[in-house]
């Protein structure tokens, strides 16, 4: 999964490339706008402007043959084929409208009005933007000059409606490009983006799996340029901490291998210092492992529990053999000093930090269920799971062993006995595992070995 850092570096690039792409695109939209405006009604004054001195110059020449007519039909004419004409004069020089394509107005007197000059050409035409009736229109007003005599001028009156309409269609077309274009820069923008963070992310999803000890593969390197040989060199330190780690567990497996065969030496070496302990702490172990079974733990606590039997009276090595070999009861403060042997054994395996996992059963495998076991008086589900039932098979060894001043118990007379401490020495639940798993070892009575729990 994909850090939450290297999540918000892709949206911030893809917002980064978004805004920008978003910026730049109304920008060029607002200036095409404006452009195609300010080219439609230069275009519309143009024709104006154009079909303005055309009337003057045919009003001109028809001033020679005070031919009234001529002018008069191409007023009407291009007022008829131009619809966005308002509507168009021909003015004498004392402003007494001679032709106009509103016969109503034939005769009287032309009304300049004000408005704003937008530009004045070299041959006397003026364009003006003013506010009629129907709205702001255009006057185009063009000079009728004939042998250098001003005989009066035409005007023609354009309305917006047309070169509106003109520009909103215009603008219709470039809103629908500038959406495509928008549409198409969005989605290359996040594939850009996806396809400029991948690496990172991967990068950051390898660095992180390295932590935790996941990773050993190398990551996919997508380019020859600066990313990629970063991710090179990121997969030549993996490959390289790869193997160091690989030959550290190595050291560390064979270190705690080479500890544990020392400590089972060590306890079959406590275990055999007399006959009658010769095996003592594998048979606890044997009885141990079936009852781990029987309650349903797995491999790795079956392995676990083996070997803290093994381990489990390793502390008898501090005993002393005028104690450890007494033939004969134990005065109370020998009893108290072979019951040290439990402390003893967490020391030795405090040793190594590997085999402190091994202390808990170790140390409270003398603990009774009612708490007055020791050393630390644990009672019930305060004691370790591997020490409770290391605890029965100990006791369950020790009585059906031989001791010099006693005869080994049998079996019956041992489980009998055992059952009674059901709830006080043994917890209960336990106790019937260890019935069960006897049934299954089929265990004998094996006399001739002293038992020491
Ligand atoms: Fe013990």
């Not at 009156?157 to 269609?169: D, F, P």
Request: proline share 4%; net charge neutral; charged share 25%.
């Amino acid at each position: 999964m994909m850090p939450a850092p290297f999540r918000k570096i892709r949206v911030k690039a893809s917002l980064f490339v978004l805004l920008l792409l978003i910026a730049t695109t109304l920008t060029l939209y607002v200036v095409t706008i404006r452009i195609m405006k300010e080219h439609i009604l230069n275009e519309v004054l143009k024709r104006a402007e154009s079909m303005s001195r055309s009337i003057a110059i045919v009003a001109g020449f028809s001033s020679l043959s005070q031919d009234i007519i001529a002018p008069d039909t191409f007023v009407f004419q291009n007022k008829d084929l131009n619809p966005d004409f308002e509507y168009v004069a021909i003015v004498g020089p004392n402003d007494e409208i001679l032709v106009h394509s509103d016969m109503k107005r034939v005769g009287t007197t032309f009304v300049p009005s004000g408005g704003i000059l937008i530009r004045r050409d070299a041959e006397g035409t003026l364009i003006k933007e003013v506010l009629g009736k129907t709205g702001r229109l255009f006057e185009i007003t063009s000079p009728i000059v004939f042998m250098k005599k001003n005989l009066g001028s035409v005007v023609l009156v354009v309305n917006r409606s047309m070169l509106t309409g003109a520009q909103k269609k215009a603008q219709k077309t470039i809103v629908l490009i500038f959406a495509s274009i928008l549409l198409v820069g969005i989605t290359g923008s996040l594939l850009l983006s996806s396809y400029l963070t991948r690496p990172i992310q991967e990068l950051s999803s390898g660095v992180e799996e390295l932590k935790e000890g996941k990773r050993s593969h190398p990551l996919r390197v997508y380019s020859k340029d600066e990313l990629g040989r970063l991710t090179e060199s990121f997969n030549e330190m993996t490959a390289l901490i790869t193997a160091q780690r690989d030959q550290l567990n190595k050291y560390a497996g064979d270190l705690e291998e080479a500890y544990v065969s020392t400590v089972r030496v060590l306890a079959a070496a406590i275990d055999a210092r007399d006959d009658y302990t010769l095996g003592h702490s594998t048979r606890v172990a044997q009885i141990s492992v079936q009852m781990g079974k029987e309650i349903g733990l797995g491999r790795n606590e079956l392995e676990e529990l083996e070997i803290a039997c093994l381990f489990h009276d390793v502390g008898k090595i501090k005993i002393p053999d005028s104690i450890l070999l007494k033939k004969g009861k134990l005065e109370p403060a020998e009893r108290k000093e072979m019951m040290r042997h439990t402390e003893y054994g967490t020391e030795i395996l405090s040793k190594a930090s590997s085999l402190a996992k091994y202390i808990p059963a170790v140390r409270h495998h003398h603990e009774w269920y009612d708490g007055t076991g020791y050393p630390d008086g644990l009672s019930g589900d305060k004691i370790p799971l591997q020490a409770a039932i290391m605890a029965v098979a100990d006791v369950f060894d020790a009585m059906t062993s031989g001791r010099p001043y006693r005869e080994a118990h049998t079996v019956e007379d041992t489980v009998r006995e055992m059952r009674g401490q059901s709830g006080i020495q043994f917890r209960p639940d336990l106790m019937d595992a260890f019935l069960r798993s006897l049934e299954k070892l089929r265990l004998g009575i094996h006399n001739g070995g002293r038992g020491t729990t």
